[in-house]
């Protein structure tokens, strides 16, 4: 096998992409082809995966069931411009599924989704700012790049860009709060509540769990005040259960956006949310002062419907969701088993579907207290994995449906070496 290349890869990366990539991962690791939980590199090596493409790929790499399905639509056409019937079907079994989605309307990505759900809520409102949490991620827009990854700590609810080219007259629209922290919300609302259009949450913040009663206290205070409220669910929507974070949490908010797994690992996201809300997208309803632009070349396309129908029809089988949580408590096991016997300290947050180590002795409940944890020993472990064949974003463990026993076996063989990498640090 032909080696080294990765390497002649990315130097032809280097020459026509800033910084050598797609902005989303790092550059020098160029993938070759996945199947199942496994990816390969261009120079053949093979990784069990918790990457899974930022989180599309629930099923796995490749499932048969899937490609079949795309298979048969490609000599159909591949995009139209216009209504298919997939696409409709797809938005029949989202709505179906998600309690909040009395209708919804397609978008290419998430980030897309998000800043359509903050449009429709000041459209809807009449009024212009957003509260967001602090290290909240809602895709790319002036208003989401605000207070994401802040390194430089502001008072609340002083927002701080995360991107130049930003103007500057858009921090004024965002207030930020910290995730968990309801009286504070209550405190905001209190003195900017006939100001604000909504509140954006993700349900699960990055890998952080709402503190019991934290979403409820959300939805009374903007169901009392005419405030929309907006869960991010592109990456909890159908993956902590199938109706996603609003089904597990049992709350529900006025829109929701979804991505990721509705498209079955193709490009295709929505915002859904209540039928009054989403009326804005409808000329003939809105007027024109309430009418809320939305058109996207590849929305709703027929490959991506096809893809997504297929992905949900095989999350609806018995025990599909039991055998993903399964999946990730067994790595969370492996994961507290080998670093507390290292006498590491650290804390495994999250979901069983959606997870990671924070390495801190306090308890991590919003964004700072990650952001104080010891990101050097976070860097050491991650490497490590990956020299042992592992492979994860920075700071999540997305688990699959396509994780075999052997995966896992491979993964806890490495999660004890990066452990005791971490005690040879």
């Not at 899937?66 to 298979?71: C, G, K, P």
Request: proline share 5%; hydrophobic share 45%.
């Amino acid at each position: 096998m032909e080696r080294h290349r990765q390497v002649a890869w990315t130097e032809r990366a280097a020459g026509v992409m800033p910084a050598g990539g797609f902005g989303n991962f790092d550059p020098s690791l160029v993938i070759r082809e996945g199947h199942g939980a496994r990816v390969w590199d261009e120079d053949g090596h093979d990784y069990v995966d918790y990457l899974i493409g930022s989180g599309p790929m629930l099923l796995g790499h490749g499932h048969p069931e899937v490609v079949d399905a795309v298979q048969g639509q490609l000599s159909k056409g591949m995009t139209f411009f216009a209504n298919n019937a997939a696409g409709i079907e797809l938005a029949e079994v989202i709505c179906d599924a998600v309690t909040c989605a009395e209708q919804l309307r397609f978008v290419s990505t998430g980030g897309e989704a998000d800043m359509y759900a903050m449009r429709l809520a000041r459209a809807h409102t009449g009024r212009e700012k957003i509260i967001k949490f602090e290290g909240g991620y809602h895709g790319m827009s002036a208003e989401s790049l605000m207070s994401l990854a802040p390194t430089r700590l502001q008072n609340f609810p002083l927002a701080v860009p995360d991107s130049a080219g930003i103007p500057e007259s858009v921090r004024d629209l965002m207030l930020i709060a910290p995730f968990n922290d309801a009286e504070f919300v209550k405190g905001l609302l209190d003195e900017h509540a006939d100001e604000i259009a909504a509140i954006i949450v993700e349900p699960l913040q990055r890998l952080i769990p709402p503190a019991p009663g934290f979403l409820e206290a959300l939805r009374e205070e903007t169901e009392k005040r005419g405030i929309v409220l907006i869960f991010d669910e592109v990456v909890t929507g159908f993956r902590l259960a199938y109706g996603g974070a609003q089904e597990h949490y049992g709350v529900i908010p006025d829109l929701c956006t979804l991505g990721k797994i509705i498209g079955g690992g193709l490009p295709l996201a929505a915002v859904a949310g209540k039928a009054d809300i989403m009326a804005h997208f409808d000329a003939n309803k809105a007027g024109d002062a309430g009418f809320t632009y939305q058109v996207g070349t590849l929305s709703g396309n027929p490959l991506a419907a096809i893809a997504g129908l297929k992905t949900l029809e095989i999350l609806r089988r018995d025990g599909a969701y039991e055998q993903l949580r399964q999946n990730g408590k067994t790595v969370m096991t492996a994961l507290e088993n080998h670093l507390t016997n290292g006498d590491i300290p650290h804390q495994i947050v999250g979901d069983p579907v959606l997870f990671d180590v924070v390495f801190t002795a306090s308890p991590v409940i919003d964004y700072r207290c990650v952001l104080h944890a010891n990101a050097d020993l976070a860097r050491c472990f991650n490497q490590t994995l990956r020299e042992q064949g592992v492979l994860k974003p920075p700071s999540k463990f997305y688990v699959s449906l396509a994780l075999t026993d052997d995966d896992l076996a491979h993964t806890e063989r490495a999660i004890a070496e990066a452990a005791n990498a971490l005690n040879h640090n």
